[in-house]
């Protein structure tokens, strides 16, 4: 099959692919694009799977759990916030130049 190249963008890059030196041919550099755009489809569907997978192990797992009241949920979530800013309001901060060591900083 004789593939025409569509854009000068394709051709511009093909071409300082092959003054490089590191390939041989035109043909060599796309069968090496095509080989990578397969592959990362490839991996792009075992993504697409793994993920599938997890979402419906959540699902079911979901209908085996009782449900979390929200309100509960988000006060308790509230306090640790607030209990996490008052720890940062009463830990001291230790200033450059102000400590008494008697020498200059």
Same mark, same amino acid.
């Given at each position: 099959?004789?593939? @025409? $190249?569509?854009?000068?963008?394709? #051709? ?5 692919? $092959? ?9 060599? &550099? @796309?069968? $090496?694009?095509? =080989?990578? !755009?397969?592959?990362?489809?490839? #991996?792009?569907?075992? =993504?697409?799977?793994?993920?599938? #997978?997890? &979402?419906?192990?959540?699902?079911? #797992? ?10 509960? !949920?988000?006060?308790?979530? $509230?306090? @640790? !916030? ?11 901060? @230790? ?11």
């Amino acid at each position: 099959m004789k593939c @025409l $190249l569509q854009s000068p963008d394709q #051709a511009r890059i093909i071409q300082s692919k $092959l003054q490089t030196g590191k390939y041989r041919s035109p043909e060599e &550099i @796309l069968d $090496l694009a095509l =080989w990578l !755009f397969d592959e990362c489809e490839r #991996a792009d569907a075992e =993504w697409v799977k793994q993920v599938r #997978a997890k &979402i419906d192990a959540a699902v079911t #797992a979901s209908e085996q759990t009782a449900p979390l009241d929200g309100k509960p !949920f988000v006060n308790q979530v $509230l306090v @640790l !916030f607030d209990q996490s800013n008052q720890a940062k309001i009463r830990t001291p901060t @230790l200033r450059l130049g102000t400590a008494r060591s008697g020498g200059k900083m």
